[in-house]
């Protein structure tokens, strides 16, 4: 029996799946949210009316009097306004790191500096935590990136009395590489004990949980004021995902094709047996090693790296999907108009990101397991560059109403990307190799953290053409999308165990599309 069939067998009750997926996959989520998003509530820049002249601050009354409107501008133009002594920061008794820290009018490039680094952090973690989980096992890299993720957070909160801007930035970009690492890793360890026909559930509450953790920021934003606590509940969330983490055991598949150990997987089944209440007699169990090619044995890291030239299939399916994760990202964070863009109230305009993404899924629901995986990532990215194609139309609608043309295709279009999104995941798991899996899976998402930091400088694009943005848009979205029919179809089948079977999935990908045409 293969691998995969014993998961198939044991598993193929929904009971372990949902388990996991509702205490150790969607905790995390929840809380990667709050580490990517958090920070514009808890580290908000001033806004418009947010600040007010102190009542005997005559320089500050004089300098105003021409400006009947507290703005940004009247505030940054006067060197001679000083904070505490001509103005004060009216937040209703919120606080912010950005205001403490003074990353306002000649700092500003700090605060948005400090945003990039943190994307910048990601990337690093990444590049080191995917060959540890595939090197020592997925549970030794995830307690290891989450205990640096919660270091990280302790000192990213500490007052501002008691610290400094550096260390606080450096605790950032730590946050994002232990964070990143944690959530990628997760993800491959819970879809690797799922049944094959229930892989797609996994994705899908992937994305209730990203969608649930947007609820949580809006509740914690609205009644937790002061930054520093509010900072500190993702790592709160992240300590009890590590307790619950613990009771679980290791990823079979990683025990039986990279650790190679036949015992150890049997101890990783038995655990799913009796959580399941199945009666599979696991000690009797024969598992199947396929017939392996002198480079399928144990695999050190410099050796591993080599095998993405030796079998260029693999090498070219990890450019790809780094590709298109970069392409997702960069609309998914760049896109101007977005849920969040149609209220001026930040917590409304999360409350809408929600409701969007969450319409999302309900997309996904229904291609998942109905299309095959090449055509439906093919499908939500050729959507999305219709929708940013057609927003060019020049259509207008009434004043009155509180959307327009624009707005309504561009929102259709940011939707296709989130469904897209999540398919190139599922379709990027099932395709690489057990081996290699958690490497590929990094260095795809390295591609989205490059694609999130570009995404903050798509409003450089819009300044210089509107037109212009809805075309490179629709037209990334579109090659995204013709890239995946380049990757091989993975629906109902079973992943590839090491780098040669990948090159055999390519082979039976070319004489399917061969005897289609």
């Not at 400094?164 to 994002?176: E, K, S, T």
Request: charge should be positive.
């Amino acid at each position: 029996m293969k691998i995969d069939e014993a998961i198939d067998t044991i598993n193929g009750k929904p009971t372990v799946v949902f388990v996991l997926l509702l205490i150790v996959f969607n905790i995390p989520q929840q809380a990667l949210t709050l580490l990517n998003v958090g920070p514009n509530l808890y580290g908000f820049m001033p806004y418009k009316g947010q600040w007010r002249c102190l009542s005997d601050s005559v320089t500050c009354l004089t300098q105003t009097l021409n400006n009947t409107v507290l703005t940004r501008d009247t505030l940054c133009g006067n060197a001679s306004l000083k904070l505490g002594t001509d103005f004060v920061w009216d937040t209703d008794g919120r606080t912010s790191y950005a205001i403490e820290y003074g990353l306002y009018c000649e700092r500003e490039w700090i605060y948005t500096m400090t945003n990039s680094l943190y994307f910048v952090g990601a990337m690093i973690g990444l590049s080191i935590g995917g060959p540890i989980m595939d090197i020592y096992g997925r549970k030794p890299g995830l307690y290891l990136s989450i205990s640096v993720t919660m270091l990280a957070i302790v000192i990213e909160v500490l007052p501002t009395s008691i610290t400094y801007l550096p260390v606080f930035i450096l605790a950032r970009m730590v946050i994002g590489a232990g964070g990143h690492v944690y959530f990628s890793g997760i993800q491959i360890y819970v879809l690797e004990s799922f049944p094959t026909k229930l892989r797609p559930w996994g994705t899908l509450f992937y994305a209730f949980s990203w969608n649930f953790g947007y609820l949580l920021l809006v509740f914690y934003g609205y009644y937790i004021k002061t930054w520093n606590i509010l900072a500190a509940m993702p790592g709160i969330m992240l300590f009890v995902s590590l307790i619950l983490l613990r009771f679980f055991p290791e990823s079979p598949k990683h025990e039986f094709i990279n650790a190679r150990s036949l015992e150890r997987t049997k101890t990783s089944l038995r655990w799913f047996a009796k959580f399941n209440r199945s009666s599979f007699d696991i000690d009797s169990l024969v598992l199947e090693y396929e017939e392996k090619e002198e480079s399928e044995h144990e695999l050190n890291f410099i050796e591993s790296i080599k095998e993405f030239v030796k079998y260029g299939e693999m090498g070219k399916q990890t450019v790809i999907l780094a590709y298109q994760w970069c392409i997702a990202s960069f609309l998914y964070y760049g896109f101007t108009f977005s849920w969040s863009r149609l209220s001026d109230n930040l917590y409304i305009g999360y409350l809408y990101a929600a409701i969007g993404d969450t319409l999302s899924v309900v997309i996904k629901f229904g291609i998942m397991f109905v299309v095959r995986r090449r055509l439906s990532v093919f499908g939500s990215y050729g959507a999305a560059g219709a929708a940013f194609f057609i927003a060019i139309a020049p259509v207008a609608f009434p004043k009155s109403w509180a959307i327009n043309w624009e707005q309504l295709w561009c929102l259709g279009g940011s939707l296709c990307v989130a469904t897209a999104w999540g398919m190139v995941f599922l379709h990027g798991v099932e395709a690489a190799p057990t081996t290699h899996r958690a490497k590929i899976n990094s260095y795809a998402s390295f591609g989205a953290r490059i694609g999130a930091i570009c995404g903050t400088q798509a409003s450089w694009i819009l300044n210089w053409s509107k037109t212009g943005t809805f075309l490179i848009f629709g037209m990334l979205s579109l090659t995204a999308g013709s890239l995946g029919l380049r990757m091989p179809e993975t629906k109902g089948v079973f992943p590839p165990a090491t780098a040669p079977d990948v090159r055999r999935s390519y082979k039976k990908r070319d004489g399917h599309d061969k005897a289609s045409a």
